[in-house]
T-cell receptor, first 109, second 115 residues
């Protein structure tokens, strides 16, 4: 059964304290792994797509990496405006996306 | 560009009532989908469509109907609302190339309460 698990559920960081969020997956025929950011009361906003193991993408303080079983979202020197819920999703064979339950990140000034 | 537009933003229904959640996109995306988001459950796919006239069921389709008569619109119908359908509903769209989707673009959601 296709499954996506994110950890931790919640993370509190001091401003400037770097950390990583984890997304582990078990799917047959991975076609893409996607990271999204969701702010309260809003829809998810696309951040990155990763297609194959070893691939990395960066955007400002965020860097996403992919292995055959998991993906990491590294946050370097976070700022309070990085506070949000980060969602991971995978597209397996077929036309469906499977989402994890997200990591709620709070960055304290 | 407006992107994905969902209406209404909020809705309260009584058990047994029916309603339609509207979704429109102006990006000429072939793929459109509906998700519900519940605390601790993540986003779960209700129905999706890969083009006008084509729809298919997702993970949690019971109690919901969809149709796709145009590329732009993908309404979600609740046939007889139940308290278990209290949730936040998101519409999302993307380009579709048969096997690969581009990233999903989401609307800002409809918060539905069924009493």
């Amino acid at each position: 059964e296709d499954q996506v698990t994110q950890s931790p559920e919640a993370l509190r960081l001091q401003e400037g304290e770097s950390s990583s969020l984890n997304c582990s997956y078990t799917v047959s025929g991975l076609r893409g792994l996607f990271w999204y950011r969701q702010d309260p009361g809003k829809g998810p906003e696309f951040l990155f797509t990763l297609y194959s193991a070893g691939e990395e993408k960066e955007k400002e303080r965020l860097k996403a990496t992919l292995t055959k079983k998991e993906s990491f979202l590294h946050i370097t020197a976070p700022k309070p405006e990085d506070s949000a819920t980060y969602l991971c999703a995978v597209q397996a064979s077929g036309n469906q996306f499977y989402f994890g339950t997200g990591t709620s990140l709070t960055v304290i000034p | 560009n407006a992107g994905v537009t969902q209406t209404p933003k909020f809705q309260v229904l009584k058990t047994g009532q029916s309603m339609t959640l509207q979704c429109a996109q102006d990006m000429n995306h072939e793929y459109m989908s509906w998700y519900r988001q519940d605390p601790g459950m993540g986003l779960r796919l209700i129905h999706y469509s890969v083009g006008a006239g084509i729809t298919d069921q997702g993970e949690v389709p019971n109690g919901y109907n969809v149709s796709r008569s145009t590329t732009e619109d993908f309404p979600l119908r609740l046939l007889s609302a139940a308290p278990s359908q209290t949730s936040v509903y998101f519409c999302a769209s993307s380009y579709w190339r048969g096997t690969y989707n581009s990233p999903l673009h989401f609307g800002n959601g409809t918060r539905l309460t069924v009493t």
